[in-house]
């Protein structure tokens, strides 16, 4: 699998072309995986699209070697949320804090790698990619739904009680889930650490790695076969360390 800089490229989406790599990328991860489904999604092209892609950013990693899109980020500034009348996430969390805090906000989604580059530096070059966009747009808070498999929460218990006790976001950046899922669901006193961080998507670990915190709430996306958190940056708040780990820099 290749691991080093040379290997991968990280642009955005250019063409027609360029989009149906990510949406290809998006069916296999999303519906062939995760068991997901919506209006748009074109089995018989095996494509995973929606409304909203015509005014997302698409992100693309892209093995260098074999020419294969094989990560994506799908990223909306608030100048093309007010395009497209809301944010994508608007229909699962009340972004009202965000919102009315007149702050630079990009929201995140879609996030995914092939099957084959997970756990190496893909994920890296693709967060050394987004910096450079936040950097350019100028932006101050970043957010998204992230997702675990299932829509039962009792399963995802522990980890849910962990975000919700020890990363809970601060009020000004607090979203609430629009149809509330408790994420208190254990005793703290009872809760088993360990268990809840095998639990946890790695991507909701590296957010809060690098200082994310989580919404109010979970939301079930019974669409996706999920149960949805949102996650929240805020880039005024992450220490020299985190800083160096979001760009690429390592994490010394």
Same mark, same amino acid.
């Given at each position: 699998?290749?691991?080093?800089?040379?290997?991968?490229?990280?642009?955005?989406?250019?063409?027609?072309?360029?989009?149906?790599? /990510?949406?290809?990328?998006?069916?296999?991860? %999303?519906?062939?995986?995760?068991?997901?489904?919506?209006?748009?999604? $074109?089995? =018989? !092209?095996?494509?995973?699209?929606?409304?909203?892609?015509?005014?997302?950013?698409?992100?693309?990693?892209?093995?260098?070697?074999?020419?294969?899109?094989?990560?994506?980020?799908?990223?909306?500034?608030?100048?093309?949320?007010?395009?497209?009348?809301?944010?994508?996430?608007?229909?699962?969390?009340?972004?009202?804090?965000?919102?009315?805090?007149?702050?630079?906000?990009?929201?995140?989604?879609?996030?995914?790698?092939?099957?084959?580059?997970?756990?190496?530096?893909?994920?890296?070059?693709?967060?050394?990619?987004?910096?450079?966009?936040? /950097?350019?747009?100028?932006?101050?808070?970043? %957010?998204?739904?992230?997702?675990?498999?299932?829509?039962?929460?009792? $399963?995802? =218990? !522990?980890?849910?009680?962990?975000?919700?006790?020890?990363?809970?976001?601060?009020?000004?950046?607090?979203?609430?889930?629009?149809?509330?899922?408790?994420?208190?669901?254990?005793?703290?006193?009872?809760?088993?650490?360990?268990?809840?961080?095998?639990?946890?998507?790695?991507?909701?670990?590296?957010?809060?790695?690098?200082?994310?915190?989580?919404?109010?709430?979970?939301?079930?996306?019974?669409?996706?076969?999920?149960?949805?958190?949102?996650?929240?940056?805020?880039?005024?708040?992450?220490?020299?360390?985190?800083?160096?780990?979001?760009?690429?820099?390592?994490?010394?």
């Amino acid at each position: 699998m290749p691991d080093t800089p040379s290997d991968f490229s990280v642009r955005l989406a250019r063409t027609k072309e360029d989009l149906r790599a /990510a949406q290809a990328l998006r069916y296999q991860v %999303f519906v062939t995986e995760l068991g997901g489904d919506g209006e748009l999604v $074109d089995h =018989a !092209a095996r494509l995973e699209r929606d409304r909203f892609d015509p005014f997302f950013d698409h992100m693309l990693l892209t093995d260098t070697n074999s020419g294969q899109v094989v990560g994506v980020y799908r990223l909306l500034t608030s100048d093309r949320a007010a395009e497209v009348g809301q944010f994508y996430s608007e229909d699962e969390y009340d972004l009202t804090p965000l919102k009315s805090s007149g702050r630079r906000l990009l929201e995140l989604g879609r996030s995914c790698l092939h099957p084959e580059y997970r756990g190496g530096a893909g994920m890296f070059h693709l967060w050394n990619g987004l910096a450079q966009y936040v /950097a350019e747009h100028e932006i101050e808070v970043l %957010f998204g739904v992230a997702s675990f498999p299932g829509t039962d929460a009792q $399963d995802l =218990a !522990a980890p849910l009680t962990m975000l919700h006790h020890n990363h809970l976001a601060p009020p000004d950046l607090r979203v609430r889930s629009r149809v509330y899922q408790p994420m208190d669901l254990i005793d703290p006193q009872q809760l088993d650490r360990r268990k809840a961080m095998v639990d946890m998507p790695a991507l909701i670990k590296a957010y809060l790695r690098l200082g994310g915190f989580v919404g109010d709430g979970a939301f079930v996306d019974h669409t996706f076969n999920t149960t949805d958190v949102c996650l929240v940056l805020d880039t005024q708040r992450m220490n020299a360390r985190q800083k160096r780990i979001y760009t690429g820099g390592g994490g010394a």
